[in-house]
């Protein structure tokens, strides 16, 4: 385990029992501490190094549990991990809030019409190029896709069951990993996208979700798109 490092020559050592402050105030500086550290770390914190921030007569754990009351309004938490370290987690319920913020964070880097087609396509593939420009009302040039499938982030998908049997799209593996999704389930709520103000356009937004009547929208007529 990584040990406490000696002070720097100069520096004074670090007073861990805080014996010329009341109680109150102690326990106070010890949340503190032990917090920052945690915090500030990219990794998780050995118990061994928590110690080391504290006296000998504070009980880690229950002073874990404080902080830990203290971050329950907020959206992360001190969690236990890797048998014995603590580390800060985002809580389970911002997930999708957090998913949705790298999916704008990253289609931001796209020219805003590449961007709209590409979460046009995430959330209704496999989906035509004119289907797309349905969706979005406005027409999509083929440049788009063409531009999208260079990076890597769409591919071709199934033909369609519209006349013509055009080509469809479907995003790839490279774009899970450059939006941080494990599976396309992970894919955040249109909703919360809104309710986090991330996307605002209100008819963009209504499109992108499919009809409750026509998940698949088919026999609809489409050209043969085949880029």
């Known amino acids: 385990m990584t040990a406490m ?9 670090l007073d861990r029992d805080l014996a010329h402050l009341p109680a109150e105030l102690r326990w106070r500086e ?118 999208l499938r260079a990076l890597d982030l769409i591919g071709p998908g199934p033909r369609s069951p519209s006349p013509g049997a055009p080509y469809t799209f479907i995003t790839t593996d490279r774009f899970l990993t450059v939006y941080g999704l494990e599976t396309l389930h992970d894919l955040p709520d249109i909703e919360r996208l809104r309710d986090a103000g991330l996307l605002s356009n209100e008819d963009v937004l209504a499109d992108l979700l499919p009809p409750d009547d026509d998940p698949d929208h088919a026999g609809v007529d489409d050209e043969d798109d085949d880029n």
């Open 30 to 147: 010890w949340m503190g501490r032990v917090e920052v550290v945690i915090f500030a770390a990219g990794e998780p914190v050995p118990r061994q190094i928590l110690t080391g921030l504290v006296g000998d007569g504070c009980n880690l754990d229950l002073l874990i549990d404080d902080i830990r009351a203290e971050l329950q309004p907020r959206p992360f938490d001190i969690v236990p991990v890797a048998g014995g370290a603590w580390q800060y987690r985002t809580r389970p319920a911002f997930a999708d809030v957090i998913a949705a913020a790298a999916i704008v964070r990253q289609t931001a880097e796209l020219p805003e019409l590449d961007g709209l087609a590409l979460i046009t396509v995430a959330y209704h593939q496999p989906v035509t190029r004119s289907e797309v420009g349905r969706i979005l009302g406005k027409d999509i040039p083929r440049e788009v896709f063409v531009r």
């Open 5 to 13: 490092k000696k002070p720097a020559a100069g520096r004074p050592a």
